[in-house]
T-cell receptor, first 113, second 117 residues
Framework: SQQGEEDPQALSIQEGENATMNCSYKTSINNLQWYRQNSGRGLVHLIL?????REKHSGRLRVTLDTSKKSSSLLITASRAADTASYFC?????????????FGGGTRVLVKP | DTGVSQDPRHKITKRGQNVTFRCDPISEHNRLYWYRQTLGQGPEFLTY????????KSRLLSDRFSAERPKGSFSTLEIQRTEQGDSAMYLCASSPQGTGSYTGELFFGEGSRLTVL
C-alpha cells in the first residue's frame, strides 16, 4: 500500500516557470525524501528532510515539511526541459519500520521548451 | 563504485513460466530492498534484507514470489507460475544502513521490466 497522495498527478509548465507539487502522508515519519524518475528508468534521490526540519534547499529545489499537517511540498524553480520526469515523495518510518521507504503515487511533470 | 546493477533489464515471458531477477547492490551496502512498480504508480515495497537475513516481507509477496540474498551480496527475486498481473517494473535498492556513511537515502538500480503475455 502507498503511504500518501501526491498532488497534482500531472503538471505541464513552460521552461523557466516554477513547478510545485505536494505530498500528504498518514503516519509518523523519521524523514521524508523526494526522488525523481525518468521514463523507464530507476529512481534518483533528490533531497531528504528530517522530521525536525521545516525547510531545506538544494540548488533549484526547495522542500518544506509540515508534520502537524503531515504534508510536504517540492518546488523546482526556473524549470528546464531536462526536469521533465516523475517526482515521488517517500516517507521513512524510522528504525522500527526497517527504514524502508513508502512512496506516494507521484507527480508527472512536463516542462515544455 | 558502479551503482546498483539489475539483470535482466527486460523480460518477456508467457503466463505460467518462472522468471528470476538479479540485483547487485553497491558493494558494502548491507541493506537491500525490492520494490514493484506498475505503470503510472509509485514503487511498492516487497521485501528487504539486512546482509543475508530477510527481515520483512510485504503482503504483496505471495507464495509464488521468493527472494534470497545467500551471501549478503547479490540478491535474486524469483516469480513462479507468472500471471499477467505480475507485469511490472521490479526495482532493487541498497543502502549502507547503520554505517557511518548512511545518509538515509536509497540507491536504486534501473529496474527489471517484466511483461507476462
Amino acid at each position: 500500500s502507498q503511504q500518501g497522495e501526491e498532488d497534482p498527478q500531472a503538471l505541464s509548465i513552460q521552461e523557466g516557470e516554477n513547478a510545485t507539487m505536494n505530498c500528504s502522508y498518514k503516519t509518523s515519519i523519521n524523514n521524508l525524501q523526494w526522488y525523481r524518475q525518468n521514463s523507464g528508468r530507476g529512481l534518483v534521490h533528490l533531497i531528504l528532510i528530517r522530521s525536525n526540519e521545516r525547510e531545506k534547499h538544494s540548488g533549484r529545489l526547495r522542500v518544506t515539511l509540515d508534520t502537524s499537517k503531515k504534508s510536504s511540498s517540492l518546488l523546482i524553480t526556473a524549470s528546464r526541459a531536462a526536469d521533465t520526469a516523475s517526482y515521488f515523495c517517500a516517507t521513512d518510518g524510522g528504525k522500527a519500520a526497517g527504514n524502508k521507504l513508502t512512496f506516494g503515487g507521484g507527480t508527472r511533470v512536463l516542462v515544455k521548451p | 563504485d558502479t551503482g546498483v546493477s539489475q539483470d535482466p533489464r527486460h523480460k518477456i515471458t508467457k503466463r505460467g513460466q518462472n522468471v528470476t531477477f538479479r540485483c547487485d547492490p553497491i558493494s558494502e551496502h548491507n541493506r537491500l530492498y525490492w520494490y514493484r512498480q506498475t505503470l503510472g504508480q509509485g514503487p511498492e515495497f516487497l521485501t528487504y534484507f539486512q546482509n543475508e537475513a530477510q527481515l520483512e516481507k510485504s503482503r504483496l509477496l505471495s507464495d509464488r514470489f521468493s527472494a534470497e540474498r545467500p551471501k549478503g551480496s547479490f540478491s535474486t527475486l524469483e516469480i513462479q507460475r507468472t500471471e499477467q498481473g505480475d507485469s511490472a517494473m521490479y526495482l532493487c535498492a541498497s543502502s549502507p544502513q547503520g554505517t557511518g556513511s548512511y545518509t538515509g537515502e536509497l540507491f536504486f538500480g534501473e529496474g527489471s521490466r517484466l511483461t507476462v503475455l
